[in-house]
Each structure stands twice: as structure tokens, then as C-alpha cells.
């Protein structure tokens, strides 16, 4: 059985297996995968295409597909918040930005959803818009945003839900080459501030192999179906000294 | 203007409009060198004369239309719109109630006119049922299709948000599915003057319906030619006054067309 402990802010699985039932065909996707992450941890996850990694982060989420059988052996750990829901937010590769709201309305979504009145959702917000680099396009369709704009914009929708644990399934996975290159310096440094504008527990889903290292404390390589962990790479903080400095005065 | 912008302004504007100015003619012409009575096919010179001559008369038969048809409009776009949100907000009722109110779109709404009448006196009651039943049925079909065709993937972005069924309803599916409602109207809006005229024809002391069974029995085919062009000019005005509206809604597909 799936069992969902309680027990402090620590995420993972224990011999998670996942199979998909289509018809009479059966796939393994994910196979006996262990996984523990501490509070503040950055988390990647690379491997190939189909190698399960979407799926372990949906099964975190609590979002696997209704086709998706869990091992009655697994067991996978997630965070709750003081109501008892799951103290993570994922967000999905496409930006699913709704076309009917213009760029400010669709960042309160988060804070909306996590039953955050409008008027104090549009106000935590606008707060962030300078920071996500969409400053002056409050008023803007999403249409009108450039690709990673749209990016930035569902990130930040998907942090103003106030989780601690932020789940990103390939979030820049369908940008250019250049534009994701300069989204992951923003998000590196975003991550680095260590203010408050991106939670500090991060699962990063990718198969970029420099995204990956670029922003993860450690990085998971999984193998071709069905997935396991083949290896896992811790990666050299290259904080500077003042970086470093910053960091700790900010976590006390 | 010559340039190429004013060539496609002639073709598309000019051009229907001198063809219809030559139809018009070619008409006239006949209808004058056959000597064609005029309780047959009047020609347009006594169309117009007719239209002169009727004018103080069609104000009030103008104006019980419309009522029928704007009152049976809002209330099919209303029954319509809110059977839409309950079909998508609760699927169980949703699976009961649709198969049904499809499968009853096989009777044609204007045979039912006789039971309505039968029922609500000859009134404007009748007509506006009528009216509504003709409107409800296109608005509901676009809303809860629209409502279906949502893409899993933005229900699913709000469940990652850690949102529940109430959430993909408010934020995605009732927004998702208002162009769809409005397409729905958009075509609903061209079908509600013929609905309302149509259900005159059997019954009623006023409107366009009641003009025209008046002068077909005098055998004035002139008033009939009058009372058609009225209805086009009506529903025309009715699909602009609607397209606007819908437009209005919708602001975020303005230049995306």
C-alpha cells in the first residue's frame, strides 16, 4: 500500500514501482526507486526520455495518471501542512497559462487556489513581478509574453502558492537553447537570494544535463525503462565566499 | 485608391453590392415585360411602394416581435448557460440529463407550438417559450462541449497547485467554456426573429407573423416581400448587436484573430 507519513518536512520514496496499464499491455516505469530529499535540498533528476522521471515527480505530487498502478510495497513520504494537504506544488512542463486572465490574474491563481482572498493574492503578486522579470506586463495576455516570460510567469504563479516543497517537471524544456541557458542563471540566482521568493526544497525533472548542474545540490540519473537510479552526483557548491555569507545570515 | 488595398475593398465591397443592384434590376424587368400579376410576384418598384405605404402599420407588429424574440432569447441563454454548469459540475446528473435533452432535439420545435398554445393561451407566453426552446438547445450543446474539450492539461496544472474538483471548475471550466456559450449564442441570435415569426403564424393579434398571414390572405404579396426583408434587416441587426457583445466578453481573443 501507498502510505503517506507525516513525519517533518522530508520528501521521498521508498522502492517506489509504478506500472502503466494500457489494455492488456503492462509497462514498468518506475522501478523500486528510493529517494530521500532534506529541507532546502535542490534535486535533479536526469535520464532519458520515458525513463519514469515524470512520472516519480507526478507521484510526489499526488498527481499520477489514472492509469498508473503504484506497488503495494511503495511507499511515498511527503510533507503536509498544518490542514493536512500535501505541502508541495508541481508544476507541469507546458506553462498552462489561461488565456481569459491577463499576466497578473494568472499569477494570483496560486495564492487564489491556496484560498488566498483576490485583492491580498493580486497584492503578494504584483510584490514579485519585478523579481520574475515581468515588471510593466501586469496587464498583458499571455499571448503577448515572450516564451520565457510565460515561463517565468507560471513559475511564479506556482510559488505565490506558498508550498515548501516545489516540484518542476522540465520547466524550460520547451524554450531555445539561449533563452533556457539565461532562465537558469535567473533561477540560479533567484535560488541563491535566499529570500523567500522560491522555496527553499526543490525536485527538478530535466534532460539537460547543464540545467542540472547548474542549479542542483545534487543530481539523480536515472536509467532507460524501466526507471532506477543509476547514480547520483553530488554537485561542488561554487558559492563565493560572500554568497556563502549571505546565505547563512539569511537562514539563522 | 489605387493601391492594393482598395482593389480588395472594391471586389469585396463594391462587387456584391452592384450585383445585388443588377439582381434587382434583371427583377424589376421581368416582372414588367411578363406581366406577371402583382398578387403573384409583385416587382421591387411595388415592393417599396408597399413598404411606404405599410410603414406607420409594422411599428407595433416590429415591436411584439422583438419582445418575443429578445425575452425568449435571454431566457433560453439563461436556462442553457445554467443547465451547462450543472452538467459540468456534477458529471453523475450530467450523464442522466444530456443523452436526453439531445435525443429531444429530434422534434422540431415549431410542431410543439399547437401544446404551447394549447397551454399558455395565445399570449406572448407561448411565443417566448418558443423562442427559448430554439435558443437553448445551441447555447447548451457549445457551453458543455467547450466545457469537455477543456485541455486536461490546465485542470491538471490546477491540481498541481493543490486544487481540488471546485477550483478546475471555477477557474478553468466555467471560463473555459463562456466562448463556447457565446459561439453557441452567436448562432442562436440568427434563428430567434424566424422562431418568433413562425409561432405568430399560428396564433396571436401582432407581429410580423400575423402581418403576413393578414396579407397573404388579401392576396398582398407586396406586404409579404415587406415583412421578409424586415425580418432579414431585424436578425441582422440582432447577430450584430450579439456578435459586439460576445466580443466585449471575450477581450483576451480580440487580436488573436
Not at chain 2, 409561432?199 to 407586396?222: H, M, N, P, T, W
Request: proline fraction near 5%; aromatic fraction near 6%; charged fraction near 15%.
Amino acid at each position: 500500500m501507498t502510505t503517506f507519513r507525516t513525519d517533518g518536512r522530508v520528501l521521498g520514496v521508498e522502492r517506489l514501482t509504478v506500472t502503466f496499464r494500457t489494455g492488456r499491455r503492462e509497462v514498468t516505469a518506475l522501478q523500486d526507486v528510493d529517494l530521500t530529499l532534506a529541507a532546502g535540498e535542490f534535486l535533479a533528476v536526469v535520464g532519458p526520455s520515458g525513463c519514469g522521471k515524470s512520472t516519480l515527480l507526478r507521484a510526489l505530487a499526488g498527481l499520477l495518471l489514472a492509469s498508473a498502478v503504484v506497488d503495494r510495497s511503495s511507499t511515498i513520504t511527503v510533507p503536509r501542512d498544518a490542514s493536512g494537504r500535501p505541502d508541495v506544488v508541481w508544476m507541469p512542463q507546458q506553462n498552462c497559462l489561461l488565456p481569459w486572465r491577463r499576466a497578473m490574474a494568472n499569477a494570483a491563481l496560486g495564492a487564489r487556489v491556496a484560498g488566498v482572498p483576490r485583492a491580498e493574492a493580486v497584492h503578494r503578486a504584483s510584490e514579485m513581478f519585478e523579481r520574475f522579470g515581468l515588471a510593466g506586463f501586469e496587464r498583458s495576455w499571455p499571448h503577448e509574453l515572450s516564451g520565457g516570460m510565460r515561463q517565468r510567469l507560471a513559475l511564479l504563479r506556482t510559488t505565490l502558492t506558498g508550498r515548501s516543497v516545489l516540484l518542476l517537471d522540465e520547466p524550460f524544456g520547451a524554450l531555445d537553447a539561449i533563452t533556457r541557458r539565461s532562465m537558469n542563471q535567473w533561477l540560479a540566482d533567484l535560488r541563491r537570494s535566499h529570500d523567500g521568493a522560491l522555496p527553499s526544497t526543490v525536485v527538478l525533472v530535466t534532460h539537460d544535463v547543464d540545467e542540472a548542474v547548474t542549479l542542483a545540490d545534487r543530481v539523480i540519473v536515472m536509467s532507460s525503462r524501466p526507471g532506477r537510479i543509476v547514480d547520483e552526483i553530488v554537485v561542488a557548491t561554487e558559492q563565493s565566499p560572500r554568497e556563502r555569507v549571505l546565505a547563512a545570515l539569511s537562514v539563522e | 485608391m489605387s493601391s492594393p488595398n482598395g482593389a480588395v475593398t472594391v471586389r469585396r465591397v463594391v462587387s456584391p453590392l452592384a450585383l445585388c443592384a443588377a439582381l434587382i434590376v434583371a427583377w424589376q424587368v421581368t416582372v414588367r415585360v411578363s406581366h406577371v400579376p402583382i398578387f403573384i410576384v409583385p416587382a421591387p418598384s411595388d415592393v417599396w411602394h408597399a413598404a411606404v405605404r405599410t410603414a406607420p402599420l409594422l411599428g407595433e407588429h416590429i415591436a411584439t416581435t422583438l419582445t418575443e424574440a429578445g425575452l425568449g432569447l435571454a431566457l433560453g441563454v439563461t436556462v442553457g448557460a445554467l443547465l451547462a454548469v450543472v452538467i459540468a459540475a456534477i458529471p453523475a446528473v450530467g450523464d442522466a440529463i444530456y443523452p436526453l435533452v439531445t435525443f429531444s432535439q429530434t422534434i422540431p420545435i415549431i410542431v410543439l407550438a399547437p401544446l404551447l398554445i394549447l397551454w399558455a393561451g395565445f399570449g406572448l407566453t407561448p411565443k417566448v417559450i418558443l423562442v427559448a426552446l430554439t435558443v437553448f438547445f445551441p447555447v447548451l450543446v457549445s457551453a458543455v462541449s467547450a466545457m469537455r474539450s477543456v485541455e486536461a492539461d490546465l485542470t491538471d496544472m490546477v491540481a498541481g497547485l493543490g486544487g481540488g474538483r471546485r477550483h478546475q471548475l471555477w477557474f478553468v471550466r466555467l471560463p473555459a467554456a463562456l466562448p463556447g456559450a457565446l459561439s453557441g449564442l452567436r448562432l442562436a441570435a440568427t434563428y430567434t426573429i424566424g422562431a418568433a415569426v413562425v409561432s405568430e403564424y399560428l396564433a396571436g393579434q401582432s407581429g410580423l407573423g400575423v402581418f403576413i398571414q393578414r396579407s397573404r390572405k388579401a392576396y398582398a404579396v407586396d406586404q409579404i416581400f415587406v415583412a421578409i426583408l424586415v425580418i432579414a434587416v431585424l436578425t441582422a441587426v440582432l447577430f450584430v448587436i450579439v456578435d459586439t457583445l460576445c466580443r466585449l466578453a471575450t477581450p483576451w481573443q480580440r487580436d488573436q484573430r
